[in-house]
């Protein structure tokens, strides 16, 4: 019996979430090498335009976008007062509160997630001004764009959802201080990430593929090696959860790559929407955000 999936059991399962991890890892890689995905471009079009506001504007906003990104992430490394967080500590196997500083606090996944929103608007704001530019848009951006933003997208849900209906009522509950989660920048992480992209969503020309549902994969489980080397480094895990050592680790980390793709099919149907019907894709976004946000903090 696997009891409390949560627990340590008598054996670790480190090697029974590596071997789950590297299995689902190279068979995706695998599909994404074989589908032909990578050399297929979509229209320069769908890329650097968009049906209700002008390609001017659409770079603009694709800039300001990029902007917010790098500059959220440049803070939160040079913030002088730094960040609480509580750790699971590995060798102890304990969760204890600690304090950062620096660029080790660019470790966590949130940070990851909005590294990769930034490159997206970045590399799609780049395919804007090029073509304002006159200039001829290079092939890979044409192919990088929509696999960037979905993929982008399918994390920030996962983000936003995991901080909102777990991390915060975790934390409440072990009586953990929450201060640290509604700092400026972790709130613009947690939920303008949503924002942003929904809102591109909603002026992009991108069409979405269904083989893109294999990236969001790929980046969860570089995420998962990244843990681990951190882990070697730091001796901690930053979400305690992500232990492969706990009974149910594989369990665990098979859920977190069913539901990337659970996600990924919320942005797919998201999209459909929008352009079946944009004004009710627009109410359709505008409520699926608001319902997993957490702007204030909970009394």
Same mark, same amino acid.
């Given at each position: 019996?696997?009891?409390?999936?949560?627990?340590?059991?008598?054996? %670790?399962? $480190?090697? %029974?979430?590596?071997?789950?991890? =590297?299995?689902?890892?190279?068979?995706?890689?695998?599909?994404? @090498?074989?589908?032909?995905?990578?050399?297929?471009?979509? /229209?320069?079009?769908?890329?650097?335009?968009?049906?209700?506001? /002008?390609?001017?504007?659409?770079?603009?906003?694709?800039?300001?976008?990029?902007?917010?990104?790098?500059?959220?992430?440049?803070?939160?490394?040079?913030?002088?007062?730094?960040?609480?967080?509580?750790?699971?500590?590995?060798? $102890?196997?304990?969760?204890?509160?600690?304090?950062?500083?620096?660029?080790?606090?660019?470790?966590?996944?949130?940070?990851?997630?909005?590294? *990769?929103?930034?490159?997206?608007?970045?590399?799609? =704001?780049?395919?804007?001004?090029?073509?304002?530019?006159?200039?001829?848009?290079?092939?890979?951006?044409?192919?990088?764009?929509?696999?960037?933003?979905?993929?982008? @997208?399918?994390?920030?849900?996962?983000?936003?959802?995991?901080?909102? +209906?777990?991390?915060?009522?975790?934390?409440?509950?072990?009586?953990?201080?929450?201060?640290?989660?509604?700092?400026?920048? $972790?709130?613009?992480?947690?939920?303008?990430?949503?924002?942003?992209?929904?809102?591109?969503?909603?002026?992009?020309?991108?069409?979405? %593929?269904?083989?893109?549902?294999?990236?969001?994969?790929?980046?969860?489980?570089?995420?998962?090696?990244?843990?681990?080397?951190? =882990?070697?480094?730091?001796?901690?895990?930053?979400?305690? +959860?992500?232990?492969?050592?706990?009974?149910?680790?594989?369990?665990?980390?098979?859920?977190?790559?069913?539901?990337?793709?659970?996600?990924?099919?919320?942005?797919? +149907?998201?999209?459909?929407?929008?352009?079946?019907?944009?004004? @009710?894709?627009?109410?359709?976004?505008? *409520?699926?955000?608001?319902?997993?946000?957490?702007?204030?903090?909970?009394?």
């Amino acid at each position: 019996m696997l009891g409390n999936i949560f627990d340590y059991g008598e054996r %670790d399962k $480190e090697i %029974d979430t590596a071997i789950l991890s =590297a299995v689902v890892f190279i068979l995706t890689l695998i599909f994404i @090498f074989n589908s032909g995905v990578l050399n297929e471009t979509q /229209s320069l079009e769908n890329i650097v335009g968009s049906k209700y506001i /002008s390609d001017y504007n659409l770079a603009i906003f694709r800039t300001i976008c990029a902007i917010i990104c790098f500059i959220t992430l440049t803070w939160v490394v040079i913030d002088p007062k730094g960040s609480p967080d509580f750790p699971l500590y590995f060798k $102890e196997r304990k969760i204890i509160p600690r304090h950062r500083k620096g660029f080790t606090r660019l470790a966590a996944y949130t940070m990851w997630h909005f590294g *990769l929103i930034g490159i997206s608007f970045s590399i799609s =704001a780049a395919g804007s001004w090029i073509e304002i530019s006159g200039s001829a848009v290079p092939n890979w951006i044409l192919t990088a764009i929509p696999i960037l933003f979905y993929t982008s @997208f399918t994390c920030a849900i996962l983000v936003t959802s995991v901080v909102s +209906f777990h991390i915060i009522g975790d934390a409440i509950s072990r009586e953990q201080n929450i201060d640290h989660l509604f700092y400026w920048y $972790e709130i613009v992480m947690h939920n303008l990430n949503v924002m942003m992209l929904g809102l591109a969503l909603i002026l992009n020309n991108l069409e979405i %593929d269904w083989r893109y549902f294999s990236f969001p994969i790929v980046f969860g489980i570089m995420y998962v090696i990244w843990a681990r080397i951190y =882990a070697i480094i730091e001796g901690v895990y930053i979400y305690d +959860f992500m232990d492969p050592r706990l009974n149910g680790a594989p369990l665990i980390y098979l859920f977190l790559i069913l539901i990337q793709s659970l996600f990924f099919g919320i942005v797919a +149907f998201l999209d459909w929407l929008v352009v079946w019907n944009i004004g @009710f894709g627009v109410v359709v976004i505008v *409520l699926a955000t608001y319902s997993i946000t957490t702007i204030r903090k909970p009394v």
